[in-house]
């Protein structure tokens, strides 16, 4: 990869610029001498009639690979403390969205006010509504690697850890074989079982993030890996 993404694609970062402005007013997109792009304001939450009920500050890392990998999102205002029950990691990232879950509600390519509109506008939102005593208001996953089991047993409708290990090892392959045994537990090949259920999680989920699952859930995956899919 040469160059940041906004050296590389100029247009997005017109693009971002201009959503900001008609959007976001009190967000701007910064670029530094560095190469780095962080997007820094104030974000507001809003009602569904479009009123502001509540205003963060926030700081949002754009990575160099932008839009390949999600922006790093920051409450720089100090009212959200750094700790898992607040959804927020020790170094300050907040857990707006489960990379797992990209596909669905900010896939690569979508315009960045998406996310904005979408995950950040949710986890900030949420977060004035507990500060209120109220509950989280949109259903939540649990922090850390608790999140990303609770995650496949909805995405492959399965609470048996041996039958998540085994799809998540075939999704983090670069490519599948049919003649590989079926992650399902059937005891039949791919081609002659889930081979169509499998091509469809292959464009929700891209090995990189398989592969990060696995590593993230750890010691309780391995014992259901026996062997090398060939």
Not at 59 to 69: M, N, T, V
Not at 131 to 146: I, T
Not at 169 to 195: E, F, N
Request: proline share 9%.
């Amino acid at each position: 990869m040469r160059g940041a993404w906004h050296q590389r694609h100029p247009e997005l970062g017109g693009q971002i610029g201009a959503d900001l402005r008609a959007r976001y007013p009190n967000l701007h997109l910064l670029i530094g001498s560095d190469g780095s792009a962080t997007v820094r304001g104030t974000f507001p939450v809003r009602s569904p009639d479009r009123r502001v009920l509540d205003r963060y500050q926030v700081s949002i890392e754009l990575p160099a690979d932008y839009p390949r990998c999600l922006p790093i999102v920051r409450e720089v205002g100090g009212r959200i403390p750094w700790k898992a029950d607040f959804h927020v990691n020790a170094d300050g990232v907040a857990c707006v969205l489960l990379p797992d879950d990209r596909w669905r509600c900010f896939p690569e390519g979508a315009p960045f006010v998406q996310f904005l509109d979408g995950p950040v506008h949710q986890f900030f939102l949420g977060q004035s509504l507990v500060a209120l005593g109220e509950d989280w208001p949109f259903g939540q996953w649990s922090h850390g690697p608790n999140g990303v089991n609770e995650y496949y047993q909805w995405l492959l409708e399965t609470d048996d850890a041996p039958t998540i290990a085994r799809y998540l090892h075939v999704l983090a392959k670069l490519s599948m074989k049919g003649h590989w045994d079926c992650p399902c537990g059937s005891g039949q090949k791919i081609r002659r079982c889930c081979r169509a259920k499998i091509e469809a999680l292959r464009r929700k989920i891209p090995p990189v993030v398989a592969r990060k699952a696995l590593g993230t859930l750890g010691a309780r995956m391995l014992p259901y890996i026996r062997s090398e899919p060939r």
